[in-house]
């Protein structure tokens, strides 16, 4: 019998990227024959991220459409088309068994054309509230992977399973916070903040923190994402009364070093990083961006502040974080019913049971 073929498809941003990369892992481990080939979107971070991880990956010129007006909006259609081309000629050549589908770009023509072509096709959905691209593949899909409960809202009841969404591997390292402090050159007898703004940092939280980070008390430390974009003027910018006790980097590789260091963490909500601090059982803040579809990081945060899971400050209040952070360490029963509550919403096993579902499918072509 032949290989397993699986062609996955999605990214621009971490939060599409290592559910991605983490589903493939799973499929190799259960299967360890089978042949997967990633399509992603030229320039982003899935180009790099995906070869590092040691998968193919194919390039598809598509970009999102912009909500407001601008000329870059004229290329869409001319794009868009391209990558249909692109996407068609990728299917024809690989054959794939199955498509898998994670968000992003480039899932939308992929998965169209898979689905014209007889493949069925899995999407992993890992938003309360779908984007548009998702809803739309949803009436072909033969299988949707949620994280949240009530998504017969959206589609149909039949094709749902809820998995959760995948983690990354590196995360679930069994580290002790002693181990992770010393990693960083921390003091072990301070608080310890992180505060990340996404793979690719977030301007909001970074001014937001800057405004504010010579409040911070001699008891507390941070660790600051920034993303590079930003790293270069958060590194200036820093006053000197605090640099002795707050680490600014663009990205952190060390993700697993850095949560076993944290008492709290301050995050953007994205569903890929929901996931991450429930399996890990980290208090957090939240600072829904406002600046994606839907508003879904709003609607994501809140399914877990209205099960005292976690705190919200939003994103126009930015100026208040260190002071609601500070508020919050020091009150050490709220910290552990955070951490208690929000472990309630973790998914351990969910890149196998996604990858389980893959394999299904395809062996049911």
């Avoid at 481990?29 to 990956?57: H, S």
């Avoid at 407001?68 to 290329?75: C, E, G, I, Q």
């Avoid at 992929?110 to 548009?132: D, H, K, T, Y």
């Avoid at 020091?330 to 552990?336: I, S, T």
């Amino acid at each position: 019998m032949s290989a397993i073929k699986v062609i996955i498809s999605g990214g621009g941003t971490g939060g599409h990227i290592f559910p991605a990369i983490s589903i493939a892992n799973t499929v190799k481990k259960l299967e360890p024959e089978a042949e997967i080939l990633f399509v992603g979107a030229l320039g982003k971070m899935e180009m790099e991220k995906v070869p590092a991880a040691g998968y193919k990956i194919v390039g598809l010129p598509v970009a999102g459409f912009h909500r407001k007006l601008t000329l870059r909006n004229l290329a869409f259609p001319f794009k868009l088309m391209s990558s249909m081309l692109k996407a068609r000629k990728v299917i024809r050549q690989f054959k794939p068994d199955v498509a898998v589908g994670v968000g992003g770009y480039a899932s939308g023509p992929v998965l169209r054309v898979a689905s014209q072509s007889g493949v069925p096709s899995l999407l992993q959905e890992q938003n309360s509230f779908p984007g548009v691209t998702n809803r739309i593949l949803a009436k072909k899909a033969e299988r949707i992977c949620v994280a949240y409960e009530g998504m017969e809202r959206f589609f149909a009841k039949e094709k749902i399973l809820l998995t959760g969404n995948p983690v990354r591997n590196d995360l679930l390292n069994d580290i002790d916070k002693h181990s992770a402090l010393e990693f960083w050159g921390l003091d072990k007898n301070k608080k310890t903040i992180l505060i990340i703004g996404g793979s690719l940092g977030a301007r909001s939280i970074n001014n937001g923190i800057i405004e504010t980070i010579a409040n911070l008390p001699a008891d507390i430390q941070v660790i600051w994402q920034t993303g590079k974009l930003y790293y270069q003027e958060m590194k200036e910018r820093l006053p000197e009364e605090v640099s002795s006790c707050v680490i600014v980097t663009d990205f952190i590789s060390r993700m697993d070093m850095a949560f076993a260091a944290a008492d709290l963490v301050v995050s953007r909500a994205g569903a890929s990083s929901i996931s991450e601090l429930a399996i890990l059982g980290k208090p957090t803040v939240f600072v829904p961006s406002p600046n994606v579809s839907e508003d879904h990081q709003t609607k994501n945060a809140m399914a877990l502040v209205d099960k005292d899971a976690a705190m919200l400050v939003g994103d126009a209040q930015v100026n208040c974080l260190i002071d609601e952070a500070v508020k919050l360490l020091a009150d050490v029963q709220k910290l552990e019913l955070l951490a208690a509550n929000i472990r309630k919403f973790a998914k351990p096993d969910a890149a196998r049971d996604i990858a389980q579902e893959v394999l299904k499918l395809a062996q049911n072509k």
